[in-house]
Nanobody, 126 residues
Framework: VQLQASGGGLVQTGGSLRLSCAAS????????IGWFRQAPGKEREFVAA????????WYADSVKGRFTIFRDNAGDTLYLQMNISKPEDTAIYSC????????????????????WGQGTLVTVSS
């Protein structure tokens, strides 16, 4: 089971960036995916999540309306489309997979995730 996050980089305020999370080693319809981020000196925080089917999504208030999470089941790749408008979006972004049930009850709780990919750094310049 592996998750590979990519797509980070340097972006200006007002720009956009798309992160990818490629999953391998398990069937795409068995897991839900969450994106989390951690800024320097801060706690890890929830960003966005998507259910196994892709039919349900959830967002942190800080990114709602600016970020979009979606999945490509055919290719087992998850995406986080980000419209960057805040320097505070600078962080290491990581994706994680959950194989559990009742995902809607805990999607924002990072200890509840089963597998993690390495992070990808997003740096926002103003």
């Amino acid at each position: 089971v592996q998750l590979q996050a990519s797509g980070g980089g340097l972006v200006q305020t007002g720009g956009s960036l798309r992160l990818s999370c490629a999953a391998s080693g398990f069937s795409s319809d068995r897991y839900a995916i969450g994106w989390f981020r951690q800024a320097p000196g801060k706690e890890r925080e929830f960003v966005a999540a998507i259910s196994r089917s892709g039919g349900s999504t959830w967002y942190a208030d800080s990114v709602k309306g600016r970020f979009t999470i979606f999945r490509d089941n055919a290719g087992d790749t998850l995406y986080l489309q980000m419209n960057i408008s805040k320097p505070e979006d600078t962080a290491i972004y990581s994706c994680a997979a959950s194989l559990g049930n009742s995902y809607s009850n805990y999607y924002s709780e990072y200890p509840r995730y089963d597998y993690w990919g390495q992070g990808t750094l997003v740096t926002v310049s103003s």
